[in-house]
């Protein structure tokens, strides 16, 4: 998440197939020595060597979960897994043990906390170095070629193509997977609060960081202030509110699959030193599945309502845009003006897809990760979260100009035998 005003700021964010590869994986647990980072007096793990891993197909793996707890359990820096044919990215082998490749003990904690609340949970299968799924898609530290003050040399005067090459084939995955565990819990009639399992480093340029857990949040408050509050209530710990970093970071997961859609969530960061063995992992895992407990049963139904509370970052963009002047020197753009544009755009977009009945909805999936289907669900959450009755049906005709089942007869042609491959 982004560094939070007036703290430290972290900078450590950092073209193969993914087949069934070798890849080097150091994925946090046993086995594991103490060093001290040269220069920074703080202890992290080092494993003696990279530990090769003939992985799956996919960059990231699920956890199977009864979808109708309502929760969705996520972990963006769960390994520091990079495909073969990318080395190491220049780097020594003991700086992918370290944050900036991933975040120690978090996959544990995520895996642990979906055993025991039942719940599904995503993990990515890929180091941050690579590509940050935590991070939007136009931010500058999507792709680090400097983290932590090192330098990453197979990250260095990267040409687009590779960074688009990383995004279709790592970042992408993952965030589809994301998008189809929602939608699952959506259809079940429970849309699901989504906790995301960070960790952090116990100290930074030799300041110590006094906090053993921290909830990052943005604008949302119904799962972020009771979970501060449950946490809180736990004999001696001390618990940060969005330290050590700030939950409000425009288009980073949270802000994608939870402020977008208007799902409660919440990023909780633990302190790396005490989860990298088995048993802190399982402590925390255990101490964090006895609050979420508590909180989603105190909150009932409220947590699973589509509420669109926005975000400050977009306020703060909002606000740098409405006071650009324009060539006669006025304000350009005020809310009201900003709502009626993007209506506008949306009518716009509804008519063309209407017009281009020729470009079926598999089309619009394969290459662009929507479609109709989506708009309309879109639209009907909207509508819910205004406290407006709109059924599925209604909302796809909104978006179809015709009852669905009318424009599957007229327009629906029968889908290939095989997929597709995208081309250009």
């Given at each position: 998440?982004?560094?939070?005003?007036?703290?430290?700021?972290?900078?450590?964010?950092?073209?193969?197939?993914?087949?069934?590869?070798?890849?080097?994986?150091?994925?946090?647990?046993?086995?594991?020595?103490?060093?001290?980072?040269?220069?920074?007096?703080?202890?992290?793990?080092?494993?003696?060597?990279?530990?090769?891993?003939?992985?799956?197909?996919?960059?990231?793996?699920?956890?199977?979960?009864?979808?109708?707890?309502?929760?969705?359990?996520?972990?963006?820096?769960?390994?520091?897994?990079?495909?073969?044919?990318?080395?190491?990215?220049?780097?020594?082998?003991?700086?992918?043990?370290?944050?900036?490749?991933?975040?120690?003990?978090?996959?544990?904690?995520?895996?642990?906390?979906?055993?025991?609340?039942?719940?599904?949970?995503?993990?990515?299968?890929?180091?941050?170095?690579?590509?940050?799924?935590?991070?939007?898609?136009?931010?500058?530290?999507?792709?680090?070629?400097?983290?932590?003050?090192?330098?990453?040399?197979?990250?260095?005067?990267?040409?687009?193509?590779?960074?688009?090459?990383?995004?279709?084939?790592?970042?992408?995955?993952?965030?589809?997977?994301?998008?189809?565990?929602?939608?699952?819990?959506?259809?079940?009639?429970?849309?699901?609060?989504?906790?995301?399992?960070?960790?952090?480093?116990?100290?930074?340029?030799?300041?110590?960081?006094?906090?053993?857990?921290?909830?990052?949040?943005?604008?949302?408050?119904?799962?972020?202030?009771?979970?501060?509050?449950?946490?809180?209530a736990i004999p001696g710990i001390e618990v940060g509110d969005n330290v050590?970093?700030?939950?409000?970071?425009?288009?980073?997961?949270?802000?994608?699959?939870?402020?977008?859609?208007?799902?409660?969530?919440?990023?909780?960061?633990?302190?790396?030193?005490?989860?990298?063995?088995?048993?802190?992992?399982?402590?925390?895992?255990?101490?964090?599945?006895?609050?979420?407990?508590?909180?989603?049963?105190?909150?009932?139904?409220?947590?699973?309502?589509?509420?669109?509370?926005?975000?400050?970052?977009?306020?703060?963009?909002?606000?740098?845009?409405?006071?650009?002047?324009?060539?006669?020197?006025?304000?350009?753009?005020?809310?009201?003006?900003?709502?009626?544009?993007?209506?506008?755009?949306?009518?716009?977009?509804?008519?063309?897809?209407?017009?281009?009945?020729?470009?079926?909805?598999?089309?619009?999936?394969?290459?662009?990760?929507?479609?109709?289907?989506?708009?309309?669900?879109?639209?009907?959450?909207?509508?819910?979260?205004?406290?407006?009755?709109?059924?599925?049906?209604?909302?796809?005709?909104?978006?179809?100009?015709?009852?669905?089942?009318?424009?599957?007869?007229?327009?629906?042609?029968?889908?290939?035998?095989?997929?597709?491959?995208?081309?250009?």
């Open positions: 998440m982004a560094p939070a005003k007036d703290k430290p700021k972290i900078v450590g964010n950092c073209v193969a197939t993914w087949a069934p590869i070798k890849l080097f994986s150091c994925r946090g647990g046993g086995g594991a020595q103490e060093r001290e980072t040269r220069g920074t007096g703080r202890g992290e793990r080092s494993l003696d060597t990279l530990r090769q891993d003939d992985s799956g197909a996919k960059p990231y793996r699920s956890i199977e979960g009864d979808a109708s707890t309502g929760l969705l359990i996520v972990c963006d820096h769960a390994e520091n897994t990079i495909p073969e044919a990318y080395g190491t990215l220049g780097l020594k082998a003991p700086d992918l043990h370290r944050h900036i490749a991933y975040d120690l003990g978090a996959a544990a904690i995520a895996e642990r906390l979906a055993e025991a609340l039942g719940a599904p949970a995503v993990l990515s299968r890929f180091s941050r170095l690579l590509i940050d799924p935590n991070r939007g898609l136009d931010d500058p530290t999507l792709v680090m070629q400097i983290s932590d003050g090192l330098i990453v040399p197979g990250n260095a005067g990267l040409a687009l193509t590779e960074v688009e090459t990383r995004i279709e084939r790592y970042y992408q995955p993952y965030h589809r997977a994301i998008e189809q565990a929602v939608e699952t819990a959506v259809a079940l009639g429970k849309p699901p609060v989504i906790v995301s399992i960070h960790s952090f480093t116990q100290a930074w340029k030799g300041v110590v960081r006094p906090w053993e857990v921290g909830v990052l949040w943005d604008k949302d408050p119904r799962l972020a202030l009771p979970l501060l509050a449950a946490l809180r050590p970093y700030s939950g409000q970071l425009k288009g980073d997961t949270l802000y994608r699959h939870g402020t977008a859609r208007g799902l409660a969530h919440a990023l909780v960061e633990v302190r790396q030193d005490l989860i990298l063995g088995p048993e802190g992992q399982a402590e925390w895992a255990m101490r964090l599945a006895h609050v979420l407990r508590k909180v989603l049963s105190d909150a009932g139904s409220a947590l699973h309502a589509i509420e669109l509370h926005g975000s400050l970052t977009d306020e703060a963009r909002r606000a740098s845009i409405a006071q650009r002047p324009n060539r006669k020197g006025s304000a350009v753009m005020d809310e009201k003006t900003k709502i009626e544009l993007e209506a506008a755009a949306f009518r716009r977009l509804v008519e063309h897809l209407r017009a281009r009945s020729d470009v079926q909805n598999i089309d619009l999936m394969e290459l662009a990760g929507f479609c109709r289907n989506c708009l309309a669900t879109w639209y009907q959450e909207a509508a819910t979260a205004k406290g407006i009755p709109l059924s599925k049906e209604e909302a796809r005709e909104i978006v179809y100009g015709m009852a669905y089942e009318e424009w599957r007869a007229k327009f629906q042609t029968e889908a290939p035998a095989k997929p597709r491959q995208r081309t250009g």
